[in-house]
Structure formats: C-alpha cells, structure tokens
C-alpha cells in the first residue's frame, strides 16, 4: 500500500493486543496514534510503563503448529507479519515444546519497533473519555484491566454491564534459590532439550501436607462486589483446583509423569513442582501452573515447605486481579465493530479471548481490519477452518451470547473435519479422532490460510 492520506487510526492500550494493532496498521501505511495511560496511572498487576508488558505468564504455550490450536495459531501470525510472535521468536527461553520469552526483552522488543515505526506516535496518558475519538476510527484494546474511568464510559456506551472473572498471577523464583541436590532439570518425556524445566519432587506425605496447606492457608479478602465473580477455568489458583479433590493437582500442574528423579530415580514421587525459565539470563524461574489467591505471607511459608525450595526467594508472589471483558458476541459485527458505534473497534483480552497469543491475534485482525477500511476496500475475513478466522468467529457470534466467558483458542472452536478416505483399511469413510483429528484440522488451515493470504492485497 502506498501512504495513506486517511484519518488517523486511535488505539487505547499499548499492550500485546493494542501494539500488534498499531503495527498491523502502520505497516499498511495508516498512521496511527496509540494511547498508554502507564506511567501516568499503573493496575494492581502491572510493574512497569513497557509497552507490551507480560504480567501473568511468560509463556506463550504450546508452539505446536501440527498437533496444537495455539502453536497453530503462532504459525498463522507469523505468516501475517505479527509483531509479538517476531519479538517472542527473538527472545525465546527454554521450555520444551512451548515458546516462552525473556518477560523483560519480549516487551522491550515490542517498545523499540512501536516508537521507531514512522507512522505510529505513543501518547503517554489516560484516555478516559471516547468522545474526543468520535470522528475518527478508534480500537479499544486496553485489556482486562480497563481503567475504571474508560470502564464507565464503555458500560454507558454499550448499555451493557461489564462480564468479569478472575485471573491470577504465579510466583517467580530466583534460580539460584533452589536446591538443586533435591531439584533436577528434566523437560516432561524429555521434550525440548530435555532440560527445560526445573523439577521439584513431593513425596505422598509431603503431597497430602501440601494440599490440606492449601486448603487452609489465608487467603486474599474479596471486596463484596467480587464475592460472585467467576474465575476463568485455564487459570484457576491453584487453592481453588485444590478444593475439588485431594488429587486433582496430581492430575494437573503438579502431575509426575514423564519425568525421573536422577537423585531417586526408583523412588516415584506423589507429584512434582515444575518451574520453567522466566528471562534469557536463566536467573528467574515460573512456578508452572501456581497461580494463587494466598497472601503473601502464607505462599512464602507454604511454598518453602517444597522439596528444593525450602530457602527459595521471590523475585514476584502471586497475585489475584479482576479481568473485565465485554460481550463480544451481541455487541461486535464480524470485523469486532461495535454494531451501536461501527466507527469502533474492540480488540485483545476485553473481546472476551484468553491468553497473550489470543489477545494479541484480535488485535492482528482489528489493526488489518481498520486499515483496509481506510482504504474503502472490502474487508476479507480469515477462513473460519483457520486458528484466526476460528477465535474471530468465536468472539463476534461462535460464542453463546447468553452464557459468554473468556476462551482459549481450541480445536473445540474450528468447523469439524468427520470423515476422510482410509481405502487401505477397506473403508472408504471413517471419522477422525485424537491426533489425526488434529493435524487434519492443521492441514486443512494451513491451506486455507495461504488462499486468504494471497487473496488479500493489504
């Protein structure tokens, strides 16, 4: 495209979402202006004014592209000139199968290509009204942790009461705090390099101590509004797994299976306690899956009760905040339009997706989406049987507008694929299952995808 002499595109919020909008836009030759109200006003979850900061997870899951939704989805973005996926790609940290970043470098990355892009201006301030933006295209992207201000505007905008649930926040752990004599490196069946992954083992005693620590340890006071607010179930802390059953975190992020103690190596553990690589330096490491609502006191006792992390130091605790999403499927038209004000968008977590991949894959398509509109073309849209065109589906009408929550991208969410030919087997019909299931979906996607690509001129 040659530069555009359009109005300018408005984006609210400098996170994944908000900067992969922006740069799909700029890169098309729109100029765009985008709003960041930290430093000026920070969340409860944030720690810096760096664009594109990671505040939950340093992992982007599963990388996968054959067997994976996400991984699938990954592929897609990269194919699509994605900001986030190229910073993650550059700043990737060990993890096995999964692509996890340099929390710090990932979005320092993403900061650097934002204020050197020509077209894009960063405006460091709080939006906290629309109306300013009514002559002009404009994609709110400001996450789940929209400022209340903002928030207001949006209910009396909408007419809708803002949907919410709970997400939580896992600890971080200098590396140099484990006990390796009792910890071990080991990916889970080897994956990866073999080693990604620090793995502290629980015998059953130490298990059972564990979980009834859980269950009783002090946990965060709700104010009285929160009190009937549901959790999001890919991110439940991990007290809250704990409360449906004695076993169900040794089936979960605590299970041990795929991996030997080299210390005891006949000595099956009860679980085991994965950390994963948090930064390049390999100084800081995640606790997989360890999500939590507990004070802080209580995760600093409860947690040194650890095999290996009896003198562990938290580089981060774990945290507990309230994520607002609106509902994408009455309130957005297929291309995440407000249907009442199509002059905006809505893009990232407040569309109702989960995950950083997710968020950021809406903001791919409301940056792509805005542009072509300057330009008066049509608009379009990726093929449903792909991982964009999927999750888009699913936050502008896929979902039940009646019984919306927070969704991870998912094979669960694509066009079935039920039948196929298998003639050596003497039948020329049978249905799919389990990973055939899968990479056919894959496949077919990938097809897809290269017909939308090479059919799009933007």
């Known amino acids: 495209m040659t530069e555009s002499t359009k109005n300018t595109i408005h984006i609210i919020g400098g996170g994944l979402a908000g900067s992969e909008a922006a740069w799909q836009a700029a890169e098309r030759g729109i100029s765009v202006v985008?709003?960041?109200?930290?430093p000026g006003r920070s969340t409860e979850a944030h720690n810096t004014a760096t664009?594109?900061?990671?505040?939950c997870s340093n992992s982007f899951r599963s990388d996968d592209a054959d067997y994976n939704a996400v991984g699938l989805l990954h592929e897609e973005m990269r194919q699509c000139g994605?900001?986030?996926?190229?910073?993650?790609?550059?700043n990737r940290v060990p993890a096995g199968a999964a692509l996890a970043v340099d929390r710090d470098g990932f979005s320092e990355a993403v900061q650097a290509e934002i204020e050197a892009h020509p077209l894009i201006t960063v405006e460091r301030r709080e939006m906290t009204s629309l109306t300013e933006l009514e002559n002009n295209q404009a994609i709110i992207a400001t996450g789940p942790l929209t400022s209340p201000a903002l928030t207001a505007g949006i209910t009396k905008l909408t007419g809708e009461e803002g949907l919410t649930f709970f997400d939580?926040?896992?600890?971080?752990?200098?590396?140099?705090?484990?006990?390796?004599?009792?910890?071990?490196?080991?990916?889970?069946?080897?994956?990866?390099?073999g080693a990604d992954y620090i793995n502290c083992p629980l015998s059953a005693t130490a298990y059972s101590a564990f979980i009834d620590g859980l269950l009783s340890g002090e946990k965060v006071d709700f104010h009285d509004w929160e009190t009937n607010t549901p959790y999001f179930e890919g991110c439940l802390p991990i007290e809250v797994m704990a409360e449906r059953g004695p076993q169900t975190l040794s089936f979960g992020p605590?299970?041990?299976?795929?991996?030997t103690n080299p210390h005891d190596p006949t000595n099956k553990p009860a679980a085991i306690v994965q950390l994963r690589q948090d930064n390049i330096l390999g100084t800081l490491y995640n606790m997989v899956g360890f999500q939590t609502k507990l004070t802080h006191g209580e995760q600093k006792r409860l947690f040194r009760t650890i095999p290996g992390l009896e003198k562990a130091k938290f580089a981060r605790l774990g945290g507990l905040h309230r994520n607002t999403f609106i509902n994408g499927p009455k309130l957005l038209d297929s291309t995440l339009r407000l249907k009442?004000?199509?002059h905006i968008r809505f893009a990232g977590q407040i569309t109702g997706c989960e995950g950083y991949v997710e968020s950021a894959a809406i903001g791919l398509m409301a940056g792509r989406f805005a542009a072509f509109e300057e330009f008066s073309q049509d608009m379009l849209l990726?093929?449903?049987?792909?991982?964009?065109?999927?999750?888009?589906?699913?936050?502008?009408?896929?979902?039940?507008?009646?019984t919306y929550q927070p969704m991870n991208v998912n094979f669960g969410l694509f066009p079935p694929i039920t039948s196929a030919e298998k003639p050596e087997n003497g039948k020329k019909i049978y249905k799919l299952k389990g990973r055939d299931r899968k990479f056919a979906l894959s496949s077919r996607a990938r097809t897809d995808m290269a017909q939308w690509l090479s059919a799009t001129i933007y």
């Open 34 to 38: 985008l709003y960041e109200m930290r």
């Open 51 to 55: 664009l594109a900061e990671l505040v």
């Open 82 to 90: 994605s900001l986030i996926i190229q910073s993650a790609d550059a």
């Open 168 to 193: 939580a926040i896992a600890p971080i752990v200098h590396k140099d705090s484990i006990d390796l004599s009792k910890a071990w490196f080991q990916s889970r069946y080897d994956k990866g390099d």
């Open 254 to 259: 605590m299970k041990p299976v795929g991996l």
């Open 340 to 342: 009442q004000k199509p």
């Open 382 to 402: 990726p093929p449903a049987t792909t991982a964009l065109g999927a999750l888009l589906g699913h936050v502008t009408g896929g979902g039940d507008a009646q």
